[in-house]
């Protein structure tokens, strides 16, 4: 945990008591004393320093001041095809360390209908793994998040609406574009999409194409689908920095 | 399991007969049945053809063809200080994905003594994680492992001998260099070094810089162990995709 994120109501307090997971991580990983400075965040809003005031073995209470900026909401988007719930929970910590603005989750056809009924997909549960992944990344917006069971309603009816623009890449391996012929201006909000293990059908890879999404090979050896993400993150992430535009 | 591998052993009989889990996969995974190809491997060698001849409950019999060129062994260095044993495993196995040739585990400052204790360190363990990765990225050359529990023998001693010249980084939160501003030749070997959670203490970054591992940033945030490897892999492998020396 590099940032210890509170939510808006618990950061209104002047003295805030903490009794949860992040009391025993104050306590059991950073072993702060009373005078001890962290780094806090608001969930959707501003970083700030808290100062802890007191250690007990129920409970750890900090004074917090909080920046009056806002850091920018990512206009990052990771449309991924729903896999298997272990690797779904790391995905998701993952795309949320990463910075992407939000994530739809979509199922494919090759994405086992079993996995749709797995209990990471249950709303507050995928909260609580973005919010661990935030938590790592020092970052404070929690991504936004969508799911769409069908395939074609969702490209037809839905995906123009929640993807803003920007520049589009479908991860596939057997694209001609290498990444590394990108160029992609510094401010471009980027939406990635990564298909499930065996990848995306012709048809689905031909409708994403269809709204602007680029197909790009990150290179012949096939990914897992969390390897894939942070591999093609971190590409589209230099190749912004690289960008004089 | 994108390739099929095989040991050499079993590679030099002209039907080959299968009853592990590979045997299961071909059955239950891939269905295939008689006159079905697959793509296989020898470990340490060449790609071929399988063609399927017969398939029961007990196993699974391939004839197979394989190429006369084997790939060339990749010259690349991971330097990674041991994480807890779930994320080794998964560590090891995207490693070899990625297509290190070899894997330098070190104990460093801020690693967990009880983290060498894992069984996930067994020889044998280790080997089976790294075939694992292999099978996904449809690499055959399983990478060397060394292992050193003593950070300052290694760099001073062994660490010249291991990791053959090439270009070598340290990646490192606070350091100035980012990822975006390197040069990396399309040829060169390249060494990266991940430290543990909470990074590499002073005393090491200045140790690698000394045998001159670069200190680069690859953003703000910081990242899981196992992110970060993908996330640099992937950013080195297009910085040396885009070179044209």
Same mark, same amino acid.
């Given at each position: 945990m590099n940032l210890l994120l509170l939510t808006a109501v618990e950061a209104a307090d002047p003295l805030i008591r903490l009794r949860d997971d992040r009391a025993k991580h104050i306590r059991e990983v950073l072993r702060a004393t009373p005078g001890d400075q962290v780094r806090v965040g608001i969930l959707d809003g501003a970083f700030g320093r808290g100062i802890i005031r007191n250690v007990s073995s129920s409970a750890v209470t900090l004074e917090c001041k909080f920046e009056e900026i806002i850091p920018a909401r990512s206009e990052d988007t990771l449309l991924l095809a729903v896999?298997?719930?272990?690797? #779904?929970?790391?995905?998701? @910590?993952? *795309?949320?360390? !990463?910075?992407? %603005?939000?994530?739809?989750?979509?199922?494919?056809?090759? $994405?086992?209908?079993?996995?749709?009924?797995?209990?990471?997909?249950?709303?507050?549960?995928?909260?609580?793994?973005?919010?661990?992944?935030?938590?790592?990344?020092?970052?404070?917006?929690?991504?936004?998040?969508?799911?769409?069971?069908?395939?074609?309603?969702?490209?037809?009816?839905?995906?123009?609406?929640?993807?803003?623009?920007?520049?589009?890449?479908?991860?596939?391996?057997?694209?001609?574009?290498?990444?590394?012929? #990108?160029?992609?201006?510094? @401010?471009? *909000?980027?939406? !990635?999409?990564? %298909?499930?293990?065996?990848?995306?059908?012709?048809?689905? $890879?031909?409708?994403?194409?269809?709204r602007g999404f680029q197909a790009v090979q990150a290179g012949p050896h096939p990914l897992r689908v969390e390897t894939a993400i942070a591999y093609l993150a971190g590409q589209l992430h230099l190749l912004r920095n690289q960008s004089t535009d």
């Open positions: 896999p298997r719930p272990p690797v #779904l929970a790391r995905c998701l @910590t993952q *795309a949320a360390t !990463l910075g992407f %603005g939000q994530i739809i989750l979509i199922r494919s056809w090759r $994405v086992d209908k079993s996995h749709l009924a797995s209990k990471v997909l249950a709303v507050p549960t995928m909260r609580q793994l973005l919010i661990e992944g935030l938590a790592q990344g020092r970052r404070t917006h929690i991504p936004a998040l969508h799911r769409f069971d069908l395939f074609k309603p969702f490209v037809e009816d839905h995906l123009e609406s929640i993807i803003p623009g920007g520049h589009r890449f479908v991860g596939h391996p057997s694209a001609e574009t290498q990444t590394s012929k #990108l160029h992609i201006p510094k @401010t471009a *909000a980027v939406s !990635l999409a990564i %298909g499930p293990e065996g990848g995306f059908i012709p048809f689905e $890879v031909r409708a994403l194409q269809d």
